[in-house]
């Protein structure tokens, strides 16, 4: 597996890099947190990146899509994760897009999958609930038949970008019981649907997220996503892709987190000299720069084990999110102890990272969970 970026993808990348260090500095992050704003992202700025084609790189052309892939769409996100731009290519685009790409009917993709790439709509999608820990099985919200349509009713929680989407997917238990495989189906509810109440949730790196509650909230049947009771392998699947392009914000995150740490040692002086000069900072230094390295490996073999659906795609993802999940916080704390531990107050960016690295770290499953589901696929 080649695992270099091509030429088309050097130019994503650093189309990318630049139009967001411009655009959206780490500023404009500490300035949404600080103004209280309640949507979480900037959606005059999702619309141009949707006009510069970020949103469809990994759909189809005939929906308004640039018909590339994971591979091109990860060089994305690590910019983003480089200057923590919170814009919803993890709820939107990678979760709800790609289980509309995947299960949604024509009209569906008409309506939600299109207003998805032209940025002018975006959708969440609710899948976690109390105690489902990391297990998509776990669904106790129930959709029960009420004439040629159902009826919705339970609670979720953990909902990234949830309180301000437009429509949410949710998954709910047609049949069988919590933790079953089979009977989980997919339903688009509109964000004013009546009887869905949404309450917003500041996570700790300052992102937003919202519990929904449901109660009797009545969709038709053209608001299934995909046949009834066959949701949950498209939902894995939905998610791994989700995991990957986390991965690659990851990424962009602990890199920008390292690379301000080394900025100071060739800075800060103590002693009379520069503190990069110290042997023992630059062992931790080049240790931290391996991980990094290691992860990007990781990140790209996993993008390209998707595009190719590849059989061992699934193993790859783990692989990448459990390196991924360890590097970025190990790598943040210890950029913050090159910063003599004042890289955690408030008016260093840095500490945002590591802020950022710990939601991220359980966002999707952490290290433990990817190693054991890794060794589980392995027959270990």
Same mark, same amino acid.
């Given at each position: 597996?080649?695992?270099?970026?091509?030429?088309?993808?050097? +130019?994503? %990348?650093?189309?990318?890099?630049?139009?967001?260090?411009?655009?959206?500095?780490?500023?404009?992050?500490?300035?949404?947190?600080?103004?209280? /704003?309640?949507?979480?992202?900037?959606?005059?700025?999702?619309?141009?990146? %949707?006009?510069?084609?970020?949103?469809?790189?990994?759909?189809?052309?005939?929906? !308004?899509?640039?018909?590339?892939?994971?591979?091109?769409?990860?060089?994305?996100?690590?910019?983003?994760? %480089?200057?923590?731009?919170?814009?919803?290519?993890?709820?939107?685009?990678?979760?709800?897009?790609?289980? +509309?790409?995947?299960?949604?009917?024509?009209?569906?993709?008409?309506?939600?999958?299109?207003? &998805?790439? /032209?940025?002018?709509?975006?959708?969440?999608?609710?899948?976690?609930?109390?105690?489902?820990?990391?297990?998509?099985?776990?669904?106790?919200?129930?959709?029960?038949?009420?004439?040629? !349509?159902?009826?919705?009713?339970?609670?979720? &929680?953990?909902?990234?970008?949830?309180?301000?989407?437009?429509?949410?997917?949710?998954?709910?238990?047609?049949?069988?019981?919590?933790?079953?495989?089979?009977?989980?189906?997919?339903?688009?509810?509109? !964000?004013?649907?009546?009887?869905?109440?949404?309450?917003?949730?500041?996570?700790?790196?300052?992102?937003?997220? %919202?519990?929904?509650?449901?109660? /009797?909230?009545?969709?038709?049947?053209?608001?299934?996503?995909?046949?009834?009771?066959?949701?949950?392998?498209?939902?894995?699947?939905?998610?791994?892709?989700?995991?990957?392009?986390?991965?690659?914000?990851?990424?962009?995150?602990?890199?920008?987190?390292?690379?301000?740490?080394?900025?100071?040692?060739?800075?800060?002086?103590?002693?009379?000299?520069?503190?990069?000069?110290?042997?023992?900072?630059?062992?931790?230094?080049?240790?931290?720069?391996?991980?990094?390295?290691?992860?990007?490996?990781?990140?790209?073999?996993?993008?390209?084990? +998707?595009?190719?659906?590849?059989?061992?795609?699934?193993?790859?993802?783990?692989?990448?999110?459990?390196?991924?999940?360890?590097?970025?916080?190990?790598?943040?704390?210890?950029?913050?102890?090159?910063? !003599?531990?004042?890289?955690?107050?408030?008016?260093?960016?840095?500490?945002?990272?590591?802020?950022?690295?710990?939601?991220?770290?359980?966002?999707?499953?952490?290290?433990?969970?990817?190693?054991?589901?890794?060794?589980?696929?392995?027959?270990?």
């Amino acid at each position: 597996m080649n695992l270099a970026l091509t030429e088309e993808q050097q +130019l994503i %990348a650093e189309t990318a890099a630049d139009f967001l260090n411009e655009k959206s500095p780490v500023s404009r992050f500490r300035e949404l947190r600080d103004s209280g /704003d309640t949507t979480g992202y900037s959606k005059t700025l999702w619309k141009e990146m %949707a006009d510069l084609g970020w949103t469809g790189i990994p759909f189809p052309e005939k929906n !308004g899509g640039a018909d590339m892939g994971m591979a091109e769409l990860i060089t994305v996100l690590e910019a983003a994760g %480089a200057v923590l731009a919170p814009e919803p290519f993890i709820s939107s685009v990678l979760l709800a897009g790609q289980l +509309l790409h995947r299960a949604g009917s024509e009209d569906q993709k008409k309506q939600h999958l299109d207003a &998805i790439i /032209d940025g002018s709509a975006c959708l969440a999608v609710a899948i976690q609930e109390e105690g489902s820990r990391y297990d998509l099985a776990k669904v106790a919200v129930r959709a029960e038949r009420d004439g040629d !349509g159902y009826r919705l009713s339970g609670k979720k &929680i953990q909902v990234i970008d949830g309180a301000a989407a437009d429509s949410l997917i949710v998954s709910a238990r047609t049949s069988g019981a919590d933790g079953d495989a089979d009977g989980i189906s997919l339903f688009i509810v509109p !964000g004013d649907a009546a009887g869905l109440t949404r309450t917003s949730q500041h996570r700790v790196d300052h992102r937003l997220a %919202a519990i929904v509650e449901l109660k /009797d909230v009545a969709v038709d049947a053209s608001a299934r996503v995909g046949e009834e009771g066959a949701g949950l392998e498209v939902l894995r699947d939905a998610v791994d892709h989700a995991t990957v392009g986390l991965c690659a914000e990851m990424l962009g995150g602990m890199n920008q987190a390292f690379q301000s740490a080394v900025d100071h040692m060739k800075e800060r002086e103590q002693f009379d000299v520069k503190i990069g000069s110290f042997q023992g900072l630059q062992h931790r230094a080049v240790r931290l720069f391996m991980e990094i390295e290691m992860c990007r490996s990781s990140v790209m073999a996993a993008a390209r084990a +998707l595009d190719e659906d590849a059989d061992d795609k699934v193993q790859l993802v783990s692989l990448a999110k459990a390196r991924c999940s360890d590097a970025y916080v190990h790598v943040a704390n210890e950029s913050i102890q090159f910063f !003599g531990g004042v890289g955690v107050t408030d008016e260093y960016d840095v500490g945002f990272y590591l802020k950022r690295a710990r939601v991220a770290e359980l966002t999707f499953g952490d290290g433990n969970f990817h190693r054991d589901r890794w060794a589980s696929l392995r027959g270990y």
